[in-house]
């Protein structure tokens, strides 16, 4: 390989950069990143957010990148962020790479990378927690006192009872759904709400008098619960 | 054929042990030959309910141990045909077992007996593990009150994570009049969380502190209502099909007298 190193890996706020050599040929680019990442398997000890820099990438081969890095460090990627995003330039400056366009104030974006959404065929019990990078399905029940923490968006086809957060990794466009929400608890990025359980009941249970006048309960609809500047919003379906 | 119960409920006080001493003594009535184990060591109790503490003599951990054998330490309960009952230690606690020794014991156990009921300690730690360890099958036993269906429902997660098969729920101390009123959660409250077969409700009945603090088991009492629930729990646990008892009190009534014409 030439001297020139074609890729460079550094790491500043939690985001690891990967800088690109922008003419080298994709191959090996390719060849480089499997070589270093697999050198420096240590360095990559946990879950990642990632950004290239220095090279416009398609989706293609910017999936390629990724998957390459996966393979060799066992280790997912959270995260690809845009660039520009959340890295202070000072920092980048000290380090001797390749040029780096900055525009300090593009507007902050987290590309949540919609990979793979995991299915769980079977309800969550008190106790059981679901954490995914993607987006989590549940086939059955939520139970108070269950957890389901998705970077993406969370439904579950049958009653959310326990807690459920979508966007846990800061993106709020993520959405919670569910065929009966009543979850103990909802999150969706940062905030932090509940949904007001209809008069005279629980999140599973009955408080009292609560069936007396079942008849007048509404019944309980699919809903779908998002964010809106910065407060959780219920719709019915 | 023998069949391995644990009897659980995650929540205290809710009637793990007066269910486990109800559900062996009925059984022994079926004249199936049971015996009882109590795994709640350092706190047990099992033998206090059946009226059997002065009798002990060995217990479970003597006979992991190898202090004894296993023949020593059970107690044969004089009152019903093929009834045994195996204590906890008292002066031990729930480190003094592991799972593979209770799984070994329940094996033993196997041989001899019909249906080993393990009595399980409330809690979801080392006592919990212990306690399933050998179960084939579960009764998760709770009252209608959020907290222990709450606690009802982890256990159920932990014991199908253990690949116990398909636990059966056991609710204890209904009471209908406050069902009827809306102030309690009725059996379809609780099947909607839990989700598990039903293997029979109790209901909630004075006589059972009294038989407890006597030491003799209710079901055996023909006069008693909460003893007639335990009496059809175990004839279904036995395969038999008995519709889940009527707990209206009025109609309760008119059962035990039917009852009592019937003897």
Known sequence: MATKQIVTIKGQNGVLGIVLDPKADFEDIKESLR???????????????????GRELDEYSEKVLIDIITEETDREIIFVQDEGYAAPPRVQRTQEQAPEPEPPTSPSRLKYRETATAYYHTGLRSGQSVKHKGSVVVIGDANPGSEIVADGNVIVLGALKGMAHAGAA????????????????????????????????????KKAGASADKAAENPHKPAYAYIKEGQVFVMPL | MSEVYVVTSGKGGVGKTTSTANLGAGLALLEKRVVLVDADIGLRNLDVVMGLENRIVFDIIDIIQGNCRLKQ???????????????????????????????????????EFDYILIDCPAGIEQGFRNAIAG???????????VSAVRDADRI????????????????????????????????????????????????????????????????????????????????????ENVPLMDLDPDKGFFAKFKNMFRK
Do not use: W
Request: a negative charge.
């Open chain 1, 35 to 53: 070589k270093k990442t697999s050198q420096g398997r240590d360095f990559f000890n946990t879950d990642m957010k990632i950004m290239f820099k």
């Open chain 1, 170 to 205: 800061g993106d709020s466009s993520c959405f919670v759904s569910a065929l009966t929400l009543q979850p103990t608890q909802l999150r969706i990025a940062k905030t932090i709400s509940y949904v007001p359980a209809p008069a005279g009941e629980r999140a599973g249970s």
């Open chain 2, 73 to 111: 330490a059970l107690i044969r309960d004089k009152r019903y045909p093929n009834l045994h009952l195996l204590p906890a230690a008292q002066t031990k606690d729930k480190d003094a077992v592991t799972p593979e020794q209770m799984k070994k014991l329940c094996d033993e156990l196997r041989e």
């Open chain 2, 135 to 145: 179960a084939d099958k579960a009764i998760v036993v709770t009252t209608p009150e």
């Open chain 2, 156 to 239: 159920i997660g932990l014991l199908e994570a253990a690949e116990i098969e398909s636990p059966m729920l056991l609710l204890n101390r209904v009471r209908i009049n406050m069902v009827k009123r809306g102030d309690m959660m009725a059996l379809e409250d609780v099947t909607e969380i839990l989700a598990i077969d039903v293997l029979g409700v109790v209901p909630d009945d004075e006589g059972i502190v009294i038989s407890t603090n006597k030491g003799e088991p209710c079901v055996a009492d023909s006069a008693s209502f909460a003893g007639q629930a335990f009496r059809d729990i175990c004839r279904r646990m036995t395969g």
